[in-house]
């Protein structure tokens, strides 16, 4: 555990440094810096037993290093997958390489997007860390990766790009295929969260709730691991996708006193309320909650975008300061339940084929 709070703690003494130095690149860049070094640095040097899937992923590198590429294309996952991890078998054949290229692309991306739309960092880092955004690749790599580059497409999104959008989305797709349910995602994020708007989401759950079942059957083409996804699961994921109901609602009600960064907040909020959808929908469908419940993450990450804008249209400050208490207080008790609840994320080990 006392890894893992470190780790927050730097990132979030280097989001405040940043914020109050934003006038400032090259504050901005050496703080920053070191919050990347040391996410990144957490996520490398954790041993196997961290994380559900993090033998298999070792498994996975074990059979594409030292192979020709033809070789390592053979394997039942995802091209891209398999291309970066033959790429850094080319490099060396110690896993802890490999969990650190994984880290640099996926704290990367969420980065650099969050540096660019985040008003206020330590917030978003805060949400960012805390809602398991960050600790999602530890377990899920594929999906991890497939996810943080959706994040990417971002700025697409907001520019009405498509074309770049679905590109930047059918890439992400080759590290997991799951990445495409980011594709309709475009035609229902636009604009301001309304009625219809809510509606059209709603209709899109159940959509995905009818189409499930095929929708698996044709992932498990790419990878039959895909058909534990539409397994029956025992009471899995109520605990989490109550917590997102709940911000949902409150985020709904808090719209109407949203001034500043009003459009963005509109369209990150239609983007989140899309992922607590699919949340709800897996728990209603009784589905294994690694599965269905996972696609969540592709929308729910935006919490580290929205929490800022909240907290900024706030003016009186006594207020803004008791709220943001209480919003780290819950966060930190929220993290800490999901470290020791899900993912096999501790105890905490370091690889010690790194010191040998």
Same mark, same amino acid.
């Given at each position: 555990?006392?890894?893992?709070?470190?780790?927050?703690?730097? +990132? /979030? $003494?280097?989001?405040?440094?940043?914020?109050?130095?934003?006038?400032?690149? =090259?504050?901005?860049?050496?703080?920053?810096?070191?919050?990347?070094?040391?996410? =990144?640095?957490?996520?490398?040097?954790?041993?196997?037993?961290?994380?559900?899937?993090?033998?298999?992923?070792?498994?996975?590198?074990?059979?594409?290093?030292? =192979?020709?590429?033809?070789?390592?294309?053979?394997?039942?996952?995802?091209?891209? #997958?398999?291309?970066?991890?033959? /790429?850094?078998?080319?490099?060396?054949?110690?896993?802890?390489?490999?969990?650190? =290229?994984?880290?640099?692309?996926?704290?990367?991306? !969420?980065?650099?997007?969050?540096?660019?739309?985040?008003?206020?960092?330590?917030?978003?880092?805060?949400?960012?860390?805390?809602?398991?955004?960050?600790?999602?690749?530890?377990?899920?790599?594929?999906?991890?990766?497939?996810?943080?580059?959706?994040?990417?497409?971002?700025?697409?999104?907001?520019?009405?790009?498509? !074309?770049?959008?679905?590109?930047?989305?059918?890439?992400?797709?080759?590290?997991?295929?799951?990445?495409?349910?980011?594709?309709?995602?475009?035609?229902?994020?636009?604009?301001?969260?309304?009625?219809?708007?809510?509606?059209?989401?709603?209709?899109?759950?159940?959509?995905?709730?009818?189409?499930?079942?095929?929708?698996?059957?044709?992932?498990?083409?790419?990878?039959?691991?895909?058909?534990?996804?539409?397994?029956?699961?025992?009471?899995?994921?109520?605990?989490?996708?109550?917590?997102?109901?709940?911000?949902?609602?409150?985020?709904?009600?808090?719209?109407?006193?949203?001034?500043?960064?009003?459009?963005? #907040?509109?369209?990150?909020?239609?983007?989140?309320?899309?992922?607590?959808?699919?949340?709800?929908?897996?728990?209603?469908?009784?589905?294994?909650?690694?599965?269905?419940?996972?696609?969540? +993450? #592709?929308?729910?990450?935006?919490?580290?975008?929205?929490?800022? $804008?909240?907290?900024?249209?706030?003016?009186?400050?006594?207020?803004?300061?008791?709220?943001?208490?209480?919003?780290?207080?819950?966060?930190?008790? !929220? !993290?800490?339940?999901?470290?020791?609840?899900?993912?096999?994320?501790?105890?905490?080990?370091?690889?010690?084929?790194?010191?040998?």
């Amino acid at each position: 555990m006392f890894y893992y709070i470190a780790n927050l703690l730097i +990132v /979030l $003494i280097a989001a405040y440094i940043a914020q109050r130095g934003r006038a400032s690149s =090259v504050t901005v860049k050496v703080t920053m810096g070191i919050a990347f070094l040391s996410m =990144v640095t957490l996520a490398a040097i954790r041993d196997d037993i961290v994380g559900t899937d993090t033998k298999d992923y070792i498994i996975i590198f074990g059979r594409t290093h030292a =192979v020709s590429l033809q070789e390592a294309l053979t394997g039942n996952v995802e091209v891209g #997958y398999l291309v970066l991890n033959w /790429l850094v078998g080319c490099i060396s054949t110690e896993f802890y390489v490999l969990f650190a =290229v994984i880290a640099i692309i996926v704290v990367g991306c !969420y980065q650099r997007v969050i540096l660019r739309y985040a008003v206020n960092y330590e917030i978003a880092f805060l949400a960012f860390i805390t809602m398991g955004t960050y600790t999602f690749f530890f377990n899920g790599a594929r999906q991890g990766i497939a996810a943080a580059i959706g994040a990417l497409a971002i700025p697409f999104l907001l520019e009405r790009r498509l !074309y770049a959008y679905g590109a930047c989305i059918i890439f992400a797709s080759l590290f997991h295929v799951s990445a495409l349910i980011l594709l309709p995602a475009y035609f229902l994020a636009h604009g301001h969260n309304t009625l219809k708007r809510n509606a059209q989401i709603a209709v899109a759950g159940i959509v995905l709730a009818l189409g499930f079942n095929a929708l698996v059957s044709i992932a498990s083409g790419f990878d039959e691991r895909y058909e534990t996804y539409s397994v029956a699961g025992v009471g899995g994921g109520f605990v989490t996708v109550s917590i997102l109901v709940i911000f949902a609602l409150f985020l709904l009600w808090n719209k109407h006193f949203i001034v500043r960064h009003e459009a963005l #907040y509109h369209t990150f909020l239609n983007m989140y309320l899309m992922g607590v959808m699919i949340a709800v929908v897996a728990v209603a469908a009784g589905v294994n909650p690694s599965g269905l419940l996972r696609l969540s +993450v #592709y929308f729910t990450w935006t919490l580290a975008l929205i929490w800022p $804008i909240v907290f900024v249209n706030i003016t009186d400050r006594p207020r803004r300061h008791l709220i943001f208490f209480l919003f780290f207080c819950g966060s930190v008790t !929220y !993290y800490l339940l999901l470290l020791y609840s899900f993912s096999s994320m501790l105890p905490y080990q370091i690889n010690p084929d790194i010191f040998s």
